[in-house]
DNA sequence: GCCAACGTTGGC
DNA sequence: GCCAACGTTGGC
């Protein structure tokens, strides 16, 4: 099994947000980067675990982990001219390159762990989401990494 | 195919 | 709100 960590901005989508949604699942819409798709295509697979971290905020935190129920299949969004995700140059082509997965929450996390609280962890130094400048909101995590992750959240099953 | 200019992300 | 770092675009 593989482990990730998927951003998000909670003004837009928060893991309460996710936790709400019917069955607590939701497609993970909106991803316009191709190496992102390309790991939601090609990599992520059912059963994988996400932890769901909170960017562009306060705090910065990962909420919780979520679980891939779904794998890679188109995002409609970006066809669609009413949603938020419409992409105008894939619609005028009449081909949709964009893909996603539908996650559904697990567990929350007591203690959000805090973008400080992981730089403090000797063990997650060299987690992609920590580099300055990392923008891929797709992330693959090691096995090792999430562990030390989940013992510093102390989760509860939602 | 290079690379400068641009728009966006996202921490600070 | 600022701006560094990044991915993408488009002129050549």
Same mark, same amino acid.
Not at 10 to 27: G, N
Not at 81 to 110: C, E, H, I
């Given at each position: 099994?593989?482990?990730?960590?998927?951003?998000?901005?909670?003004?837009?989508?928060?893991?309460?947000?996710?936790?709400?949604?019917?069955?607590? !699942? !939701?497609?993970?819409?909106?991803?316009?980067?191709?190496?992102?798709?390309?790991?939601?295509?090609?990599?992520?697979?059912?059963?994988?675990?996400?932890?769901?971290?909170?960017?562009?905020?306060?705090?910065?935190?990962?909420?919780?982990?979520?679980?891939?129920?779904?794998?890679?299949?188109?995002?409609?969004?970006?066809?669609?001219?009413?949603?938020?995700?419409?992409?105008?140059?894939?619609?005028?082509?009449?081909?949709?390159?964009?893909?996603?997965?539908?996650?559904?929450?697990?567990?929350?996390? !007591?203690?959000?762990?805090?973008?400080?609280?992981?730089?403090?962890?000797?063990?997650?130094?060299?987690?992609?989401?920590?580099?300055?400048?990392?923008?891929?909101?797709?992330?693959?995590?090691?096995?090792?990494?999430?562990?030390?992750?989940?013992?510093?959240?102390?989760?509860?099953?939602?």
């Amino acid at each position: 099994m593989n482990h990730w960590l998927m951003k998000t901005e909670p003004s837009v989508f928060s893991f309460e947000d996710l936790v709400k949604a019917p069955k607590s !699942t !939701t497609p993970w819409e909106g991803v316009r980067n191709y190496q992102a798709r390309n790991l939601m295509r090609d990599s992520i697979k059912m059963g994988d675990l996400v932890l769901i971290y909170h960017s562009n905020a306060e705090p910065m935190a990962v909420m919780g982990v979520a679980e891939v129920v779904k794998e890679g299949h188109p995002d409609k969004s970006a066809m669609d001219p009413k949603s938020q995700y419409f992409d105008n140059d894939a619609a005028k082509k009449g081909t949709n390159p964009w893909v996603l997965v539908g996650v559904k929450a697990k567990s929350r996390f !007591t203690v959000a762990v805090t973008r400080d609280a992981l730089k403090k962890e000797k063990g997650l130094a060299s987690m992609m989401v920590l580099k300055k400048g990392a923008r891929l909101s797709v992330q693959p995590v090691t096995c090792e990494e999430f562990q030390i992750i989940l013992r510093l959240g102390k989760p509860e099953p939602i």
